[in-house]
T-cell receptor, first 114, second 110 residues
């Protein structure tokens, strides 16, 4: 089984709908991240969480919210989806206790907002 | 704004040649440096990390770091068509989230 999973893998929705993307990990890592990737723009950080009670905004948090339900689960919500939120979304994890900032990525969710 | 800059490419090299990928960063406090490889539509996977000035080798890959010049590079020796991908440079002031460059597209031609 994959260490970092994302659901759904693909989603097509309409403008104005509420969407939740979910991320789960079995790596036991304390830190979790949400990124979006657009062609030519690289990976941009939306939100990150260093533990269950610690949530931080990233570079492009407007229009998004997150919930860290447990150490292993980190969800990203689009309260009212708009077409420019069409992108590939990645969840990632890292482990503070490892002494490394290496991040491990999930398989991604391709979201299309019509 | 902390910047990580990469040439978008595409960088085209013949099979068997050395591919050289470059990255510059603006935050002088940066302490950890990563190279990720990403195939189209797939998630990034770690290739190399480097923390200290100098070279670090792992198989066909060598990462080079020069903190004074705020420059990190990745060399791929004996390039193979399977190395064709986008290479992402990522930088962090340890303990914080990674800051990614936009990536360099590498094409290895048979």
């Amino acid at each position: 089984d994959a260490d970092v999973t994302q659901t759904p893998r693909n989603r097509i929705t309409k403008t104005g709908k509420r969407i939740m993307l979910e991320c789960s990990q079995t790596k036991g890592h304390d830190r979790m991240y949400w990124y979006r990737q657009d062609p030519g723009l690289g990976l941009r950080l939306i939100y990150y969480s260093f533990d269950v009670k610690d949530i931080n905004k990233g570079e492009i948090s407007d229009g998004y919210s997150v919930s860290r339900q447990a150490q292993a689960k980190f969800s990203l919500s689009l309260e009212s989806a708009i077409p420019n939120q069409t992108a590939l979304y990645f969840c990632a994890t890292s482990d503070l206790s490892s002494g490394s900032d290496e991040q491990f990525f999930g398989p991604g969710t391709r979201l299309t907002v019509l | 704004q902390k910047e990580v800059e990469q040439n978008s490419g595409p960088l085209s090299v013949p099979e068997g040649a050395i591919a050289s990928l470059n990255c510059t960063y603006s935050d002088r406090g940066s302490q950890s440096f990563f190279w990720y490889r990403q195939y189209s539509g797939k998630s990034p996977e770690l290739i190399m990390f480097i923390y200290s000035n100098g070279d670090k080798e792992d198989g066909r890959f060598t990462a080079q770091l020069n903190k004074a010049s705020q420059y990190v590079s990745l060399l791929i020796r004996d390039s193979q068509p399977s190395d064709s991908a986008t290479y992402l440079c990522a930088v962090t002031n340890s303990g914080y989230a990674l800051n990614f460059g936009k990536g360099t597209s590498l094409l290895v031609t048979p």
